[in-house]
């Protein structure tokens, strides 16, 4: 009896042994999981932001390369008023008419070269790597910095020229007295 006692008491705790390993490998699994759950939502997240950036990046390009387009046209535009009112024997004395035109082919090929190389990096966005989202930056910076000053000066440049013709129209149709 006291054989089938021990033995009962040793199944026992061994049974409670084995229950307790059983609940620690569970805990020790859940863990596990959870901590993997963990780092794929972070590795998505982080994934989600770097989208996130590289959209930013492309929508702040794409304004910059509107907001130049919109001067390249603006220029072409006052181009041909000027060409309208002024013959284009006088052109190379008024030096506006030149630095428009000289302004108007700066733009016209940076604009040209830059959606070729932003076209380039860009073609499939979520597979940029870091080099390539550096070059992206890059692009936007150089398109601010050097661009800009020439589309303030093309529109400055623009809106004298608007004023003199203006004032040329305006004169011309002023009869004079009798």
Not at 8 to 17: E, F, G, R, Y
Not at 92 to 101: D, H, Q, V
Not at 106 to 126: A, G, M, P, Y
Not at 146 to 173: F, G, Q, W, Y
């Amino acid at each position: 009896m006291e054989i089938i006692q021990n033995f009962t008491s040793s199944n026992a705790a061994l049974l409670v042994s084995i229950i307790a390993l059983i609940l620690s490998l569970a805990s020790f699994n859940l863990a596990r999981r959870a901590h993997l759950h963990q780092v794929l939502r972070d590795q998505e997240d982080a994934k989600r932001a770097k989208l996130h950036r590289r959209r930013e990046t492309l929508n702040i390009y794409n304004l910059h390369m509107s907001k130049l387009i919109g001067v390249k046209d603006r220029l072409e535009s006052t181009l041909r008023r000027a060409e309208a009112l002024i013959p284009i024997s006088q052109f190379e004395n008024i030096w506006e008419l030149s630095r428009i035109k000289e302004l108007h082919d700066i733009i016209t090929e940076d604009i040209s070269s830059s959606d070729r190389q932003f076209k380039n990096l860009i073609e499939n966005i979520d597979f940029l790597d870091d080099q390539d989202e550096m070059q992206v930056s890059a692009l936007v910076d150089r398109t601010k910095q050097v661009l800009d000053p020439i589309s303030i000066e093309a529109t400055n440049i623009c809106n004298d020229i608007d004023t003199m013709l203006s004032k040329a129209v305006n004169k011309d149709r002023v009869e004079p007295a009798e």
